[in-house]
């Protein structure tokens, strides 16, 4: 089954706008990662965050980590066309120590101009 | 371009049919690691391989198999194909664990 589920499954927003999405896990997790898939290509890797990190900036990303929640969310700022993609949260499970990710269902977002 | 090839593009092929899907992984990456993505399971992992040695097995079918090679590169076996294993199917590597993964840009398998 899958470790993540995200929230919401579908979002619209216009340019300028911040993009917040959502994942639950149900196991303890080594870390959490951001992935994001333009359509019909191979998943991008944008943010990794470890299990004792709160929370981690990159560029306009920014990402949250809750192990108490097993909850991450994932906030896109100033968003651009660019940014339409669907985006995906995974993770490295504690007890698998193998690095393999298990992935939840993503979230499309779209951005108009 | 993250590194990782995968042949071939596309692949359309009748039920009951076999085929071999191709990885080459990043320079330098020992984790080969094979999912499945279709429109109703989402992303599925598979299975893994770390320095030519099965790591990790997922939700791989009897039907398929894997296997590294010593230089690295992995292919992924299908068989008995049914309308349902038509899907993308995603090679990735890592240069060893817990660490993200690169993916190529996929194998559009299609089953009729």
């Known amino acids: 089954s899958q470790q993540g589920e995200e929230d919401p499954q579908a979002l619209s927003i216009q340019e300028g706008e911040n993009a917040t999405m959502n994942c639950s896990y149900k196991?303890?997790?080594?870390?959490l990662q951001w992935y994001r898939q333009n359509s019909g290509r191979g998943l991008v890797h944008l943010i990794l965050?470890?299990?004792?990190?709160r929370e981690k900036h990159s560029g306009r990303l920014r990402v949250t980590l809750d192990t108490s929640k097993k909850s991450s969310s994932l906030l896109i700022t100033a968003s651009r066309a660019a940014d339409t993609a669907s985006y995906f949260c995974?993770?490295?499970?504690?007890?698998?120590?193998?690095?393999?990710?298990?992935f939840g269902q993503g979230t499309t977002l779209q951005v108009k101009p | 371009d993250s590194g990782v090839t995968q042949t071939p593009k596309h692949l359309i092929t009748a039920t009951g049919q076999r085929v071999t899907l191709r990885c080459s992984p990043r320079?330098?990456?020992?984790?080969v690691y094979w999912y499945q993505q279709s429109l109703d399971q989402g992303l599925q992992f598979l299975i893994q391989?770390?320095?030519?040695?099965?790591?990790a097995k997922g939700n791989i079918l009897e039907r398929f198999s894997a296997q590294q090679f010593p230089d690295l590169h992995s292919e992924l076996n299908l068989s008995s194909l049914e309308l349902g294993d038509s899907a993308l199917y995603f090679c990735?590597?890592?240069?060893?664990?817990?660490?993200?993964?690169?993916f190529g840009n996929g194998t559009r398998l299609t089953v009729t």
């Open positions: 990735a590597s890592s240069p060893g664990l817990a660490t993200p993964l690169h």
């Open positions: 391989y770390y320095n030519g040695e099965e790591r």
């Open positions: 196991t303890s997790i080594n870390n």
């Open positions: 320079s330098g990456d020992l984790s």
């Open positions: 995974a993770t490295d499970p504690f007890s698998s120590n193998t690095g393999k990710l298990i």
């Open positions: 965050i470890r299990s004792n990190e």
